[in-house]
Structure formats: C-alpha cells, structure tokens
C-alpha cells in the first residue's frame, strides 16, 4: 500500500478505494461466495502476482484500454494512444540509419519484408526533429523474442531518432495474430471463461519528443481475422493503416530486395506538454 500511496494521492485513494471494496461486496452478497470459492479467487491472484501476470490480466480483463481511454479522453488532434502490454522489454538496442530492427535467423524467410514510414510532428503541423520512437513486435510466425528460441536476443525491438524533417522509416516483417501467453494462471481463466486468447498483428511504438507528452500506441492493419475480435479489445480504427505490395522490378532494384515487399504510412502527432505552472 505504501507504493500505492507514492503513486496515488491520499484523497484519491479514500475516494476510489471504499467503492472499489463496496463494488466487490456487492458482487459476493449478490453470487453469495462461499469460503472455498473466494479462498480459490484468493489462490488465482497469489499465483498471478507469482507469474508476473497482472499486467496480462488487466489487459484480457479490457482494464488496461478502459484505464488508457480515460486517461486520454481529452486528447483531440493527436494520434490515439494504446496499451503498452507486458511484453515491452526495458533497453532495446539503438538502431542506426537506415533503421532495420531484426536480424536474419532459421524461419525468417518465411515472413514478408516490410518498410513502415511517416512523419512526426506537432499538433500545430511542424515536424519534430527530435522525436525518437521505440518499436516492438513478433517475427513472422507470431512469436516474440523472449519465447521464440530462434530468434536473437531484442529481436524486432529498437529504438532509432527521426531524420531533420520528422520523417522516418524502419525495416522490419508483417507481423502475424498470435496469443497471449497461456502456459499460466490468466491462461487458464481464459480457457475456463471460453475467451480465445488471439490478438491481430500489430507493431507496438512509444514516442518521445522533448516539449511533448510521450505516445504509447500499435498499429494494426486491415483484413486480420481478429481486428474486430481482440482478446484485449485495444484495436482502434484510426490506428488501422493498410499494407501496399511492391513488386516491380524497378521498385526491387530501389530497395535491394529480390522479393516482393510491403510499405505502410503512419504519421504521428505528438501533444506539446502542459506547460509547468509559475511559481
């Protein structure tokens, strides 16, 4: 609780913590909860903490986009926020120009070469040439690095500054649906509830521009047969973007490539940080 105090004011936390209590009492006098059932919510939760899983269960739980909507419910002319998750790892490596954030590995072939490109700027249009975005993503068959063996160590993972104009552009693959972790505790719920555990490809970005609030957000792409059945439910359509196919051979020669490739535009809109107040 007293990390909670750090984090919450003592006023907001008289506020919301006797309605979070009376909310749950309500629901074990409503269900009447026996001691052997609530001794096994007990049980779940202690094996969740265990895990590591909580941030995972306030995402299937649609918490974590309920909380991130609200926090962001004011937000206009700025590109939309999303969750970050629980698979973001903390020191990706730095990527030079020209940015390609994975290395070649056993069943990479398989995947399709993608160019991803835009511009970041402010809310009044002027680009931000200090901006520096922090990508994150599977590979090609669904899996992140930290549980495909395959795979280098912060595969499809970096952080790379913008060029001068605020423009940018990174080499990666179409990312592919996968499922949350299931080998634990939230993966059994999931199961015993019936909720899959299926999210659509996305390619998550934090953005970070001195003088603006930073972005957490994902990107997702049209025709996914989860875009609108989302284990976390964070899909928003203004973050759909779509793919284009490049195959011509003068298109190839351009890129060095001798296979087909796809490019998708994002731009991004950062909100200029709320000035401190005079002292």
């Known amino acids: 609780m007293a990390d909670v105090a750090k984090k919450v004011s003592s006023e907001r936390l008289l506020l919301i ?49 309920l909380v991130d909507s609200i926090t962001h419910e004011d937000e206009s002319g700025v590109t939309p926020s999303d969750v970050e998750g629980p698979l973001y790892r903390e020191d990706p490596p730095w990527r030079e120009k020209p940015v390609k954030i994975y290395e070649e590995y056993e069943g990479v072939e398989n995947g399709d070469v993608l160019f991803v490109h835009g511009k970041v700027t402010s809310t009044d249009g002027a680009p931000i040439s200090g901006a520096v975005l922090d990508i994150w993503q599977t590979g090609p068959d669904g899996g992140y690095d930290i549980w495909d063996e395959r795979q280098p ?31 634990g505790p939230v993966g059994r719920m999931l199961e015993a509830t019936g909720q899959h555990p299926w999210r659509p490809a996305h390619i998550h970005f934090k953005v970070e521009a001195e003088g603006h609030e930073p972005l957490i ?31 011509s051979e003068e298109e190839l020669t351009q890129r060095g490539l001798d296979v087909p490739f796809y490019t998708c535009e994002f731009d991004i809109t950062l909100e200029p940080a709320i000035s401190a107040a005079p002292a």
Request: zero cysteines.
């Open 153 to 183: 160590d912060y595969n499809f993972r970096g952080r790379f500054g913008v060029y001068e104009d605020g423009s940018y552009e990174f080499q990666t693959m179409v990312p592919k649906p996968y499922t949350v972790p299931t080998d």
């Open 17 to 65: 913590l006797p309605e979070a209590l009376e909310a749950i009492h309500e629901v074990i006098r409503k269900h009447r909860v026996t001691d052997e059932e609530w001794l096994a919510v007990l049980d779940f939760l202690t094996e969740v903490g265990k895990q590591d899983e909580f941030v995972l269960l306030s995402d299937v739980t649609k918490t974590s986009v």
């Open 217 to 247: 957000t994902q990107v997702f792409f049209p025709d996914d047969p989860y875009l609108d059945n989302d284990t976390i439910g964070a899909v928003k359509s203004a973050l759909v973007r779509p793919l284009t196919r490049h195959e």
